[in-house]
């Protein structure tokens, strides 16, 4: 039986973070530029600015074995950076039993809370998202499948806006009943209704609203003589779950385009340039606009695009130390060939096995059972192909193809904004072997 953190062999120090590791590295690649003639430290030097031995250092630069804090920190101000709690892991008992407590009840579902220690930085995704906000006129288009972090990242980034004087407004197009898709004009001032409540203003809808001019118009009238002009501050705006348009082609193409004109206008715009780059826009959605949309009307091709990836080994090892399991590397060999890196799956498996003692092999063999961890999420991703016979055969046609099946781009996009596929030279393989094992037994 693998080792637990127990209290009677306390395990102490600490490891950088992934996002440590990318501050301390940002920081020595800047020095090394101006007072390195651009070379890389050697160890030798290093060693000579931190006071740290060889040895030690590849301690702390390998994140494997535990250093103490003194140590860290040491290493951190040699480059003028002050150490965070996100800049490292604690392997002490104590906070990994108060972790462990945190999560004895239900494990993690939906967006993470600010400070929770199972938030796995995806460098440089973070501060590309932070320092872009800050641009004039700035669109980020935030693109991940189903449960793979896009709204906890989301969280951050508005917090990290709000903390530097940035007004924000975040809305879920999936809270849009059906009814509001009836038509442009009714969706755009429902989505300007919310705009205006997230930002704490009166609604004045009736007095600044003319179907007459259509509604981009006046959605854009609204936005630039009442919203933007509301506040000298800049408006970081972010849309999460566009992808709900896209399944309405009579307002998907006007609404996108009226976004594209936005951006338009606070890059080339006239008079009202200054006025619109006080928005920013962030879109975050789970699959690619298979809508026709005019190269020169769509928000999908400009801006800085950030696309969520799966936990590559080293990040599900992180994730592992913080649910308090040692023999990490085992752990996380294992889920990592189970669910592919998928960060949801990885959190669900990682608090199944901190709250049971059970080997990595009898993990996987179980990993289907109708009491699985997994079962309720693979029953949801189930009944999502049964309600379209469409995807539902393309996901069988995946199944069935060894090398990988050549898709529909509309079905190859949905399954991948359902997380069940990824793609190798552009053929569809199920993304990782917990599906595959599950879609085989049930879609025989």
């Known amino acids: 039986?693998?080792?637990?953190?127990?209290?009677?062999?306390?395990?102490?120090?600490?490891?950088?973070?992934?996002?440590?590791?990318?501050?301390?590295?940002?920081?020595?690649?800047?020095?090394?530029?101006?007072?390195?003639?651009?070379?890389?430290?050697?160890?030798?030097?290093?060693s000579d600015r931190t006071g740290l031995?060889?040895?030690?250092?590849?301690?702390?630069?390998?994140?494997?074995?535990?250093?103490?804090?003194?140590?860290?920190?040491?290493?951190?101000?040699?480059?003028?950076?002050?150490?965070?709690?996100?800049?490292?892991?604690?392997?002490?008992?104590?906070?990994?039993a108060s972790v462990l407590t945190h999560l004895q009840q239900t494990p993690l579902k939906g967006q993470l809370e600010l400070d929770s220690p199972f938030y796995i930085y995806r460098p440089p995704a973070e501060k590309l998202c932070n320092d872009e906000v800050f641009t004039?006129?700035?669109?980020?288009r935030i693109k991940a499948p189903r449960q793979f972090g896009k709204t906890s990242l989301m969280a951050r980034i508005?917090?990290?806006?709000?903390?530097?004087?940035?007004?924000t407004a975040a809305i879920s197009l999936q809270l849009a009943d059906n009814r509001i898709?009836?038509?442009?004009?009714?969706?755009?001032?429902?989505?300007?209704?919310?705009?205006?409540?997230?930002?704490?203003l009166p609604t004045e809808l009736e007095e600044r609203w003319d179907s007459l001019f259509g509604g981009s118009y006046s959605c854009s009238d609204y936005f630039e003589t009442y919203l933007l002009p509301a506040d000298p501050s800049p408006l970081l705006l972010v849309l999460d779950e566009v992808n709900v348009v896209f399944n309405y082609p009579h307002i998907a193409a006007d609404f996108f385009g009226m976004l594209r004109a936005w951006?338009?206008?606070g890059k080339h715009g006239g008079v009202n340039r200054e006025l619109w780059q006080r928005l920013r826009l962030v879109i975050v959605h789970s699959?690619?606009?298979?809508?026709?949309?005019?190269?020169?009307?769509?928000?999908?091709?400009?801006?800085?695009?950030?696309?969520?990836?799966?936990?590559?080994?080293?990040?599900?090892?992180?994730?592992?130390?913080?649910?308090?399991?040692s023999s990490e590397n085992a752990y996380a060999e294992t889920l990592l060939n189970l669910?592919?890196?998928?960060?949801?799956?990885?959190?669900?498996?990682?608090?199944?096995?901190?709250?049971?003692p059970i080997e990595p092999k009898e993990f996987t063999q179980t990993a289907i059972a109708p009491d699985s961890i997994f079962s309720s999420h693979l029953r949801q991703q189930l009944a999502c192909l049964e309600q379209d016979p469409e995807l539902l055969n393309a996901m069988k046609q995946t199944l069935l193809t060894p090398e990988g099946a050549l898709l529909h781009p509309t079905q190859a996009f949905k399954l991948q904004g359902l997380g069940l596929v990824s793609f190798q030279n552009q053929r569809a393989l199920p993304s990782c072997n917990l599906y595959r094992a599950y879609f085989s037994q049930v879609l025989k």
Request: proline share 4%; net charge neutral; with cysteine.
């Open 1 to 46: 039986m693998i080792d637990r953190l127990s209290s009677s062999r306390r395990k102490r120090g600490v490891v950088l973070s992934s996002h440590g590791w990318q501050r301390l590295q940002a920081a020595e690649h800047l020095s090394a530029l101006r007072e390195n003639l651009g070379r890389p430290y050697t160890l030798e030097q290093l």
């Open 53 to 96: 031995s060889n040895n030690t250092l590849t301690k702390v630069r390998h994140r494997q074995k535990p250093v103490d804090y003194p140590t860290l920190e040491a290493y951190f101000q040699a480059f003028g950076l002050a150490i965070a709690t996100d800049d490292y892991l604690s392997q002490d008992n104590d906070r990994s």
């Open 136 to 140: 004039p006129g700035a669109l980020i």
């Open 158 to 167: 508005l917090s990290h806006a709000e903390d530097r004087g940035l007004r």
């Open 181 to 200: 898709f009836t038509d442009l004009d009714q969706f755009l001032r429902w989505f300007c209704a919310m705009v205006a409540r997230a930002l704490g």
């Open 263 to 265: 951006y338009e206008q």
């Open 287 to 325: 699959t690619e606009a298979y809508l026709p949309l005019n190269l020169h009307q769509s928000p999908f091709n400009v801006g800085l695009s950030i696309e969520l990836s799966c936990f590559n080994l080293d990040r599900v090892k992180e994730l592992t130390l913080r649910y308090g399991l």
């Open 339 to 356: 669910v592919g890196g998928h960060p949801y799956l990885t959190q669900l498996a990682l608090f199944d096995l901190s709250q049971r």
